[in-house]
């Protein structure tokens, strides 16, 4: 409700024995303060004569124009304040007639403190992208309590949403509260906390920057059995439209799941860069598949909060092989009919089947079964009766499962006997 303050024009004082100054134009009577909207609005009666309005700071001793209005006006202003913040304000309405001025017609006395900045404490991203926010407000002391112009309606925070591209947006929270949320929003964006009465406003000096933090990564298509898999991982932090920042110490896990219905798991942790590849690499152990994520991350750092959502690189499989420690005949050359062993190792060292093959010409061909028993093998030959020569050999393996993770099946190098 707007509150109305009518002021009666002040009294001719009379004493025993004086009498009162006589003045050349009648003071104006019914002269009324109140809000329009946030602008100041004034309205009083007189005899259609000019008026001066003016503003007499208490705490200056100072006497300012405010509105000057010529003869046959409205008798009333609506206007945006321009007075000076102050503890103690009162309008001074004069008439102004062609032979002198009316007597004074005072207001109540009332303050013009603007809003005092909210200090921001907090904020944190909640799961739904959203921006929790938390301050604090000093108070104001009021000098001039239940004065025309204490309109708690116009008292308010907001939080101002500042998005490259886009007028700002803003979010209202009650005056006296100390958290808010703002919703989800486009990045890389900025939120100012202000605070907000009908004289004025005040920013907080401290900035909630909504960033975003791009992961890649590259996966070897495939590496042997307990091999170091060289997995590199890079990073790229937006905080700023078009500015990316150089951060370091930036926590990421590398994740995999041994098939796309499987839940991804973590096997390692890391702390990445901005600025260059960095190594995120694992052993290899079966057919995974791999990604780089990068946890919700906040960093708070002199006036600026900047907040980045949980993200994670599109999925990248690699295949493991049967690592072949060893393979060959023993001995490597020898004549016909003398006794060779074909023996080889392998890792991981499970029990498996697998088949010797020849080079014919182009073609690969079967020669027999060779068993492997946790990762030996051991076959007893003969030299044939060949034409002396060297000969191409190889070992194929079926896939395999160890520890709930498929290897691929797997071909040795090529491995030599020569027949005298």
Do not use: C
């Not at 008439?95 to 002198?100: E, K, Q, R, W």
């Not at 500015?243 to 990445?272: F, M, N, P």
């Amino acid at each position: 409700m707007r509150k109305i303050a009518a002021v009666a024009a002040s009294a001719v004082v009379l004493t025993a024995g004086l009498q009162a100054p006589a003045w050349a134009a009648a003071p104006a009577t019914d002269f009324e303060l109140s809000w329009q909207g946030r602008q100041i609005h004034l309205t009083w009666k007189d005899s259609d004569e000019e008026n001066i309005v003016l503003a007499e700071y208490a705490d200056l001793g100072q006497t300012y124009l405010f509105e000057n209005q010529p003869a046959g006006g409205t008798n009333e202003v609506t206007k945006f304040s321009t007075l000076y913040p102050s503890d103690k304000v009162r309008f001074i309405l004069r008439t102004v007639a062609s032979d002198g001025s009316s007597e004074d017609t005072l207001s109540p006395w009332f303050d013009t403190r603007h809003a005092v900045a909210p200090v921001l404490q907090d904020a944190n991203l909640l799961p739904n992208l959203s921006t929790q926010l938390k301050w604090t407000q000093a108070t104001i002391e009021d000098k001039t309590p239940g004065d025309p112009f204490d309109v708690p309606s116009g008292e308010k925070i907001q939080a101002l949403v500042d998005l490259p591209g886009t007028a700002t947006a803003g979010y209202d929270f009650a005056a006296g509260t100390t958290s808010g949320v703002v919703p989800a929003q486009a990045r890389p964006a900025a939120i100012k906390v202000v605070g907000y009465n009908n004289w004025g406003e005040a920013e907080g000096t401290k900035t909630v920057r909504l960033g975003t933090l791009g992961a890649g990564i590259t996966v070897p298509a495939s590496a042997v059995y307990g091999a170091r898999l060289g997995i590199k991982s890079t990073l790229d932090l937006f905080t700023s439209q078009g500015r990316e920042e150089r951060a370091s110490g930036i926590k990421v896990e590398l994740q995999a799941r041994g098939k796309t219905t499987d839940a991804w798991k973590t096997y390692g942790r890391y702390a990445g860069n901005t600025t260059t590849a960095f190594d995120t690499g694992i052993g290899s152990l079966g057919n995974r598949q791999y990604r780089l994520f990068v946890p919700a991350r906040k960093v708070a750092s002199g006036n600026v909060i900047v907040l980045t959502p949980a993200t994670s690189t599109s999925a990248k499989s690699s295949k493991t092989m049967i690592k072949f420690v060893s393979k060959g005949f023993t001995p490597a050359a020898a004549s016909t009919g003398t006794k060779v062993d074909i023996t080889a190792k392998i890792q991981p060292g499970v029990t498996v089947r697998g088949t010797l093959q020849d080079l014919v010409g182009s073609r690969w061909t079967n020669l027999f079964a060779v068993q492997f028993t946790k990762g030996s093998m051991l076959k007893h030959a003969r030299a044939g009766v060949d034409k002396p020569g060297t000969y191409r050999y190889r070992i194929v393996l079926p896939a395999i499962t160890v520890n709930g993770l498929t290897l691929s099946a797997t071909t040795s190098p090529t491995f030599n006997f020569t027949l005298r």
